[in-house]
Structure formats: structure tokens, C-alpha cells
């Protein structure tokens, strides 16, 4: 059962703001990056992951980067878990925004309304030659635009590039008028994500669901409980 004291929080917010990452999507059967069983640290290539994800990799080695995506970061069949699927209800019946690191598009099916993707979506995929939209399924058969036989690529921020201003310019807007801010699924260590917490209002309460332990220099509260089950719980009360 979830604390009278946490669910009346929710209840009594008039905008709340979900930072989540990769955790979020665990229970959908995605893996994480940096867990003991995440991309990064179970990666057997001859390189950093983190290389495979970046700029240098899709401008160098095209084709490199193209199997690395396709093997590695695609899950089509995965579907939202009950977390993306209340924090959506929160967004359609309450005023309330998702922030989410997560590129896996999960939150899209689950119906979230407030959704600001900071690093991108797999999903959308385009052609870097002629700029049309392309579909993933088409990507997932071959890197090159039959149209003009440009590189095709997704619309994610990769290593080496900056994130989109819009992104960050609703985001910040986001956390600053919200008087609930919930972390989910997410370290909050990976910067510049994790430095949206700092234009939070002083007046906001700060709520991190978690297993393990979160650390800042602030007053929150923090659950050590799996996010599913603390999500089974919580109503959305309008």
C-alpha cells in the first residue's frame, strides 16, 4: 500500500513534473545502460558503447553504427509497463508533464499527453541527404533512403551532438512551475538532464522513486521501492 502521506502529495499538486529515465522501461523487457546488467556494462564489441551511440561512429563508420542500432537499441514488440501507463493518465486528468530520457517511445503508447523526449525517439528516423521521414521498419531493413540512397539515421541526440534548445527550453520551463517533481527510473547523475532539478522552485516538494539510494544536496523524500509496484498503487485522483 502506498503512504497516505505521499499519495495525498499527488492528490494535492496542481502540476507535477516526471523526470524518468531508463528504469522506467526495465519492466517493459528494455535494458538499462549502466546497470550490472545494462547496454553499457554487458557490451561486448571492440569499442565503448558509448562510441557505437555517437556522432563520430555514424559519420565514420556508417554502416558500424546502422548494425550497432538495429542489433542493440530496437525493441518494437516491447509494450508500456503500468508506470508509463499511470504517469500517462496523470497527463491526460491532471496537469502534469513527463520528462523522459527514454528514446524507446514506450511513453507515445501509453498516451502521454505532456511528453518532452530530451535525447530523441528511435522511432523517428530520417534520411540525412534529402531530410524526409522515413519508416523504422524500412530503417531496420537498410541504412540508405531508397528515394535518394541518403544515410538514414534516428532522430536521437548521439554522443558529440547538443541537444535540441526546444527540448531543454520546455523542460526547464516545465520543472519550474511545477510544485510536485517526481524521478523516476533515473540517477539523476547524467548531465545536462540531471541538471533540470536545479530550476526547480524552492516552494516544490522533490519525490524520488527508487531502489537504490538517490543523493542531493536538498531536501526530498525518497521511496526504495520498485517503481512498479509504487505505481500499481497510486491513483490519479482528478
Not at 47 to 74: G, H, T
Not at 170 to 184: F, M
Amino acid at each position: 500500500m502506498i503512504d497516505s502521506k505521499i499519495q495525498a502529495e499527488f492528490d494535492d499538486a496542481r502540476r507535477i513534473v516526471f523526470l524518468t529515465g531508463a528504469g522506467v522501461s526495465t519492466a517493459s523487457g528494455i535494458p538499462d545502460y549502466r546497470s550490472k546488467n545494462g547496454l553499457y556494462t554487458n557490451d561486448k564489441s571492440d569499442k565503448p558503447a558509448e562510441y557505437y551511440l555517437s556522432s563520430d561512429c555514424l559519420r565514420s563508420e556508417p554502416k558500424v553504427f546502422w548494425e550497432y542500432e538495429k542489433s542493440n537499441m530496437y525493441y518494437p514488440d516491447a509494450k508500456p509497463n503500468v508506470i508509463h501507463e499511470r504517469q500517462a493518465q496523470f497527463t491526460q486528468q491532471r496537469d502534469a508533464t513527463v520528462v523522459t530520457q527514454n528514446i524507446d517511445s514506450l511513453y507515445r503508447k501509453a498516451g502521454t499527453k505532456n511528453l518532452i523526449e530530451f535525447h530523441g525517439n528511435l522511432y523517428h528516423v530520417y534520411c540525412q541527404k534529402c531530410h524526409k521521414t522515413v519508416d523504422y521498419k524500412d530503417y531496420l531493413k537498410s541504412m540508405y533512403h531508397e528515394n535518394c540512397g541518403g544515410i538514414l539515421r534516428p532522430d536521437i541526440v548521439l554522443y558529440g551532438e547538443g541537444l535540441d534548445p526546444v527540448a531543454i527550453s520546455k523542460s526547464v520551463d516545465a520543472v519550474s512551475k511545477a510544485d510536485l517533481i517526481v524521478i523516476v527510473g533515473t540517477s539523476m547523475r547524467v548531465y545536462p538532464f540531471a541538471g533540470l532539478i536545479d530550476y526547480r522552485s524552492q516552494n516544490a516538494d522533490v519525490l524520488a522513486v527508487n531502489e537504490e539510494q538517490l543523493q542531493f544536496s536538498f531536501p526530498f523524500t525518497m521511496v526504495k521501492e520498485n517503481a512498479v509496484d509504487f505505481f500499481k498503487d497510486l491513483k490519479v485522483n482528478a
